[in-house]
């Protein structure tokens, strides 16, 4: 199986910040990686797929990198809106979660 | 507009069995695999089940295998999730989600909560 693991678990930052948000890979799973951010008591939202591709009706401030086992989602200018938990997913072999960064206000 | 609106959520006691139901609108159902991800209460999400837009193909997590039986009906546009021998640790709000090329999950539900428990 493949496990996911994201850095840092939690993360404090200012509105204006630029964030960056690390996940791995236990094997390489090329650029089939997702990111989904979720607000408490509601259903995750999908931003990237395929490492770097932004979803439909994202803001261009988000933005995903990487390949093999190691990618980033990097917020440029984190927004009110932007405080969240963010997860990254893995879909080359099944799917599999990381266990989520939680952007919290500075 | 696509909508899935997921049913069937409960209390249950241990060993129990709850059936839950997404009912999908606003794309082709039958074109798109789907799947299943739970969330723990104040936990992360876990990627449950799938299942391929014909429905010939399911898959399943480890930890639900043998316990959880995914199914569809492609006429009615609704996902199933038969969900057998529950236990604590299933307790978790389950989401059903839209599978774009049996890749990323482009669209979910509000999510239907499943509380295990004597």
């Known amino acids: 199986d493949i496990q996911m693991t994201q850095s840092p678990s939690t993360l404090s930052a200012s509105v204006g910040d630029r964030v960056t948000i690390t996940c791995r890979a236990s094997?390489?799973?090329?650029?089939?990686l997702a990111w989904y951010q979720q607000k408490p008591g509601k259903a995750p939202k999908l931003l990237i797929y395929?490492?770097?591709s932004l979803e439909s009706g994202v803001p261009s401030r988000f933005s995903g990198s990487g390949s093999g086992t190691e990618f980033t989602l990097t917020i440029s200018s984190l927004q009110p809106d932007d405080f969240a938990t963010y997860y990254c997913?893995?879909?080359?072999?099944?799917?599999?979660f990381g266990q989520g960064t939680k952007v919290e206000i500075k | 507009e696509v909508q899935l609106l997921e049913s069937g959520g409960g209390l249950v006691q241990p060993g129990g069995s709850l059936r839950l139901s997404c009912a999908a609108s606003?794309?082709?159902?039958?074109?798109?695999?789907m799947s299943w991800v739970r969330q723990a209460p104040g936990k992360g999400l876990e990627w449950v089940s799938a299942?391929?837009?014909?429905?010939?193909?399911?898959f399943y997590a480890d930890s639900v295998k043998g316990r959880f039986t995914i199914s569809r009906d492609n006429s009615k546009n609704t996902l199933y999730l038969q969900t057998n021998s529950l236990r604590a640790e299933d307790t978790a709000v389950y989401y059903c989600?839209?599978?774009?090329?049996?890749?990323?999950?482009?669209?979910w539900g509000q999510g239907t909560l499943v509380t295990v428990s004597s």
């Open positions: 299942m391929s837009a014909s429905g010939i193909s399911t």
């Open positions: 094997q390489s799973i090329s650029s089939w």
């Open positions: 606003g794309f082709t159902f039958n074109n798109y695999a």
């Open positions: 395929k490492a770097s």
């Open positions: 989600a839209k599978v774009r090329d049996l890749q990323s999950f482009d669209y």
């Open positions: 997913q893995q879909y080359d072999s099944y799917w599999t």
